[in-house]
């Protein structure tokens, strides 16, 4: 040794303080300077300076002993190496003052300048070491800790030595509700690693994913190490996942905006062209034909081909211009809905009889009526007629309801026994121009505006579309006023008014 040393000495005898400052100066090319200080705190306070190479500690200081003052200095982060010195060499001591912390162990008996050198030099030596490995863990650890993912290192006996925060976090979602990495056992720790790793051997290994009841997604991974070990590797990807599943349903809306528009250029071109076939078959046959009679017939062909035709191309511009806000609505008109209804109904009667449709209205005397635009709700309620009479067989019932709710909502529902909708295509009707038939030879026409413009108009008001159907059973749509646009009258003892059109229906009374 070739170099200065400072050197601390805990020790509450002055002769042996004596004794070990003679051994100090018999080592050869050594310059030292020992500090000695009797009292264990004072002692402990000057070690934790940091101004020394090295520590010797008496087994006795005062009433305490050396081990202690050893082990706290170790808890309170001391590095310094600590040599224990005792006047009795005995090996359960030796033992103890490792566990302790300290970096050696020197009986007083035999204590000589070449074996003090020598425990210097190692105990120096190694206490570089360990600061060094100290560095390196600590900058291990800081790793670990700011690393992207989840990550914990297990032995080859499946034992965790190490794990970051983020690994915590997934099994704390693994736990559920109320888990802390804090409060978790390590035979927790351990079972939920265990379940990971028969998962991934379920998948043979590859990657799996953990969802966690708070809709937390994981992707877990493992290697494994030279030693037998395992590396487990965690990764949040909920935000990737919800973003994977927003481009998907992306994709999705646009394959079915793209489907929709195939599907309804080719059912406006089939229902356009009808009409025109008509208006054109019938304008050869004028052109050739000389019996008024028929001329007549033809000509009111044509006018009916021209209306539908119409019908259709004013459909289309209507509901273009509701969705996209050009529409102005009037909507402080007050309707008495039993007379509106009424009105709408009367002219389609001839139409009911060629189909046998029996049809009964039945309005809460309490409603008078509800503010609204007038032709918004004809529109409504002839295209709910419409769907109702043209999607039934023959003979078809309707049943048109008003209604008050408890909360002061309107209810008007229609309810016919008609084909129903399939329980698949419930979701996609109101969407704009779908068919829940959409074949060309359907045996419904319509270019599917109906329901779709219905609740448009319904939303407009404030209001909502409520549909159930079953196939081959029927249909119930409910448009839901709000209680601030409903009219009401107090009434006691009346019983609600209603009128049928067909055959006769119980408690109602027929209206003509």
Known sequence: MSRALNILLIEDDEDDFEITSEVLEEIPGTTVTLEWIEAY???????????????????????????????????????????????VGQHDIDVAATEAGASDYLDKSDLDARTLERTIRYSIAHA????????????????????GAGIAALEAGGICTA???????????????????????????????????????????SEIEIEGADGTVFAVSRTRTPQGGDVYVSLDITQQRAMQDSILKAKGDAEAASRAKSSFFANISHELRTPLHGIIGFSDLIANERAPETMIEYADQINQCGKSLLGIINAVISFSRIESGQQNFVDDNIVDLENFIGDI???????????????????????????????????????????????????????????????????????????????????????????????????????????????????????????????KQGTVVNVVFPPHRAILINLSGDTASAFVFGETASNSRETG
């Open 345 to 471: 109904v009367k002219p389609l009667r001839p139409s009911f009889d060629e189909k046998s449709v029996i049809l009964t209205v039945d309005v809460d005397p309490e409603v008078e009526g509800i503010v609204v635009d007038k032709m918004a709700l004809q529109t409504m309620l002839t295209g709910l007629f419409d769907n109702a009479v043209r999607f039934s067989g023959d003979p078809v019932t309707i049943a048109i309801t008003v209604r008050l709710r408890v909360d002061g909502s309107v209810v008007m529902g229609f309810q016919d026994d008609g084909i129903g909708i399939p329980s698949d295509k419930l979701e996609r009707v109101f969407d704009p121009f779908y068919q829940a038939d959409d074949t060309l030879d359907r045996s419904y026409e319509g270019i599917g505006l109906g329901l779709p413009m219905i609740r448009l108009l319904a939303g407009a008001h404030d209001a909502t579309v409520d549909l159930r159907s079953v196939e």
């Open 41 to 87: 705190e004072p002692g402990l306070a000057r070690l934790e300076s940091g101004d020394f190479d090295i520590c010797f500690v008496d087994y006795r200081i005062g009433g305490r002993t050396g081990l202690e003052f050893i082990a706290m200095a170790r808890a309170q982060g001391v590095l310094v190496p600590l040599v224990l010195l005792t006047g």
């Open 128 to 147: 570089k070491a360990m600061t060094a490995l100290q560095g390196k863990t600590e900058l291990l650890e800081t790793t670990l800790e700011h690393a």
């Open 163 to 205: 794990k970051n925060s983020r690994f915590d976090r997934m099994l704390d979602v693994m736990m559920g509700e109320g888990s802390n990495s804090d409060h978790r056992t390590p035979d927790q720790t351990a079972m939920l690693i265990d379940r990971i790793a028969d998962s991934l051997e379920s998948a043979g290994n």
